[in-house]
């Protein structure tokens, strides 16, 4: 494939440039590679790269943060398409949060939420199948039939309720949504709706610009209750209150739609009143840290998903070294990413010096594109992801392969289980809240 770097200033260019490669190495059209898409995404508030990631993390508050995040219009940092992307690190984050307050109390709605990312990387660590499968018994039965596929009336937003049909378009226009959205979203799909929360997370992650398995997956188990101690659910007046109302005035359905009654109310209409105790407590171990042997003098770099930017680990470790992402088939064809998120990861790929993208199997390319530089190792950044640790398992017969890890976000040494957020967090929080380099501020 082309460098992108010639279209940095161009986006246009850029972008039909990526929907005709992509379309070359897939034989698929690029969804909604059209020029009214295109258009729409060179306006679009997320654009990738490091550059634009140090812009939006100036402009955070955490103490309007912790005060205004539950609001959908509230000042929350819109950073999570960054960091999924490796563009911005967890402790920079932090770090930026701290030196914006008096007292690190004040930083610490948001400094949670960080911890949240941290958590749901370490589960996916211990238990990679549990991204895709049930963690613990369902904590609630839905009264009727689930079902296992996205009805057209909601991946069209044309369902006759003003909030859910905005929540719709709104993914697959914009590539992002607030949390409350997201939650309310989930829950209305898998307990009204019936769906089974793989088939609303599978759809996130085409659309989701921050799209992560494992950040994703877990919170839709988090809303069904198969890694959490009750399904979630809410109600009109939650609706209303986070929303300012701007739903409900018009709605159609108002006085009649699903969201109303009390919880007591809804529970009752949505689950099956049984007595029987689960059937486990859930108890998730931490994994044992990725093995690294000894880091090489020279190497070839492999960016990730998880590591696109000049802060990656393997890219700080190797500056001068070729560096290669691959567009992965089998990732393609698993999450059918939607254009948009095609498209941020290339503004991200567009900010590196002199990276080769290429389209295919990325173990071949790698063993290939190391045997051409004459490269004796390959370095990557450390990632729960699955897919790069198979990865690593086929290239281990004939090259080395080093995990270079990220700044340290916080001290698990003593996280002994990973089965509630709850339990991580009282464990880890007081080495969080601190910055890379503490003062006595703090």
């Given at each position: 494939?082309?460098?992108?770097?010639?279209?940095?200033?161009?986006?246009?260019?850029?972008?039909?440039?990526?929907?005709?490669?992509?379309?070359?190495?897939?034989?698929?059209?690029?969804?909604?590679?059209?020029?009214?898409?295109i258009?729409?995404?060179?306006?679009?508030?997320f654009?990738?790269g490091?550059?634009?990631?140090i812009?939006?993390?100036?402009?955070?508050?955490?103490?309007?943060?912790?005060?205004?995040?539950?609001?959908?219009?509230?000042?929350?940092?819109?950073?999570?398409?960054?960091?999924?992307?490796?563009?911005?690190?967890?402790?920079?984050?932090?770090?930026?949060?701290?030196?914006?307050?008096?007292?690190?109390?004040?930083?610490?709605?948001?400094i949670?939420?960080?911890?949240?990312?941290?958590?749901w990387?370490?589960?996916?660590a211990?238990?990679?199948?549990?991204?895709?499968?049930?963690?613990?018994?369902?904590?609630?039965?839905?009264?009727?039939?689930?079902?296992?596929?996205?009805?057209?009336?909601?991946?069209?937003?044309?369902t006759?309720?003003?909030?859910?049909?905005?929540?719709?378009?709104?993914?697959?226009?914009?590539?992002?949504?607030?949390?409350?959205?997201?939650?309310w979203?989930?829950?209305?799909?898998v307990?009204?709706?019936?769906?089974?929360?793989?088939?609303?997370?599978?759809?996130?992650?085409?659309?989701?610009?921050d799209?992560?398995?494992?950040?994703?997956?877990?919170?839709?188990?988090?809303?069904?209750?198969?890694?959490?101690?009750?399904?979630?659910?809410?109600?009109?007046?939650?609706?209303?209150?986070?929303?300012?109302?701007?739903?409900?005035?018009?709605?159609?359905?108002?006085?009649?739609?699903?969201?109303?009654?009390?919880?007591?109310?809804?529970?009752?209409?949505?689950?099956m009143?049984?007595?029987d105790?689960?059937?486990?407590?859930?108890?998730?171990p931490?994994?044992?840290?990725?093995?690294?042997?000894?880091?090489?003098?020279?190497?070839?770099?492999?960016?990730?998903?998880?590591?696109?930017?000049?802060c990656?680990?393997?890219?700080?470790?190797f500056?001068?070294?070729?560096?290669?992402?691959?567009?992965?088939?089998?990732?393609?064809?698993?999450e059918?990413?939607?254009?948009?998120?095609?498209?941020?990861i290339?503004?991200?790929?567009?900010?590196?010096?002199?990276?080769e993208?290429w389209?295919?199997d990325?173990a071949s390319?790698?063993?290939?594109?190391?045997?051409?530089?004459?490269?004796?190792?390959?370095?990557?950044?450390?990632?729960?992801?699955?897919?790069?640790?198979?990865?690593?398992?086929?290239?281990?017969?004939?090259?080395?392969v080093?995990?270079?890890?990220?700044?340290?976000?916080?001290?698990?040494?003593?996280?002994?289980?990973?089965?509630?957020?709850?339990?991580y967090?009282?464990?880890?929080?007081?080495?969080?809240?601190?910055?890379?380099?503490?003062?006595?501020?703090?």
């Open positions: 494939m082309k460098s992108l770097q010639p279209y940095r200033n161009d986006s246009e260019a850029m972008h039909s440039h990526i929907a005709r490669e992509f379309h070359l190495a897939t034989g698929h059209e690029l969804p909604a590679s059209t020029p009214v898409e258009e729409k995404f060179s306006g679009s508030q654009r990738g490091r550059v634009k990631a812009e939006q993390l100036q402009k955070i508050d955490p103490v309007r943060y912790g005060r205004t995040r539950n609001f959908v219009s509230g000042d929350v940092t819109k950073l999570s398409p960054w960091l999924r992307h490796g563009a911005l690190s967890l402790t920079e984050v932090r770090d930026a949060a701290l030196s914006k307050v008096q007292q690190a109390s004040q930083a610490e709605k948001l949670a939420e960080l911890g949240w990312r941290d958590y990387q370490r589960v996916r211990a238990r990679p199948e549990g991204v895709w499968y049930d963690f613990e018994t369902p904590a609630a039965r839905h009264r009727g039939q689930v079902i296992d596929y996205l009805p057209d009336t909601v991946a069209h937003g044309e006759g309720l003003d909030c859910i049909d905005a929540f719709c378009k709104k993914l697959t226009h914009d590539g992002w949504l607030h949390n409350h959205e997201r939650m979203l989930a829950s209305w799909l307990h009204t709706r019936k769906v089974t929360w793989r088939v609303g997370a599978a759809w996130f992650l085409q659309h989701l610009l799209a992560d398995p494992a950040s994703n997956n877990f919170s839709w188990q988090w809303v069904a209750g198969t890694f959490s101690s009750k399904p979630y659910i809410f109600n009109r007046e939650n609706l209303e209150r986070f929303t300012a109302g701007i739903y409900c005035e018009t709605c159609p359905a108002l006085g009649h739609c699903d969201f109303e009654g009390t919880y007591e109310q809804l529970n009752e209409k949505l689950f009143n049984d007595s105790e689960r059937e486990m407590r859930l108890t998730i931490p994994v044992v840290s990725w093995d690294s042997s000894d880091v090489p003098d020279e190497s070839l770099v492999w960016m990730t998903l998880d590591s696109l930017s000049v990656s680990p393997a890219k700080l470790r500056p001068e070294s070729p560096a290669i992402f691959v567009f992965d088939q089998h990732w393609l064809s698993d059918l990413p939607s254009y948009k998120r095609i498209a941020f290339c503004e991200c790929l567009a900010d590196l010096p002199d990276v993208i389209f295919g990325t390319i790698l063993q290939e594109r190391a045997r051409a530089n004459k490269a004796d190792a390959i370095s990557v950044a450390n990632t729960s992801c699955p897919a790069v640790r198979r990865v690593v398992d086929r290239l281990s017969s004939t090259t080395s080093v995990p270079l890890e990220w700044p340290s976000f916080c001290d698990a040494s003593k996280v002994k289980d990973l089965g509630r957020f709850s339990r967090w009282n464990k880890v929080s007081k080495t969080a809240l601190r910055p890379t380099f503490a003062d006595d501020r703090f």
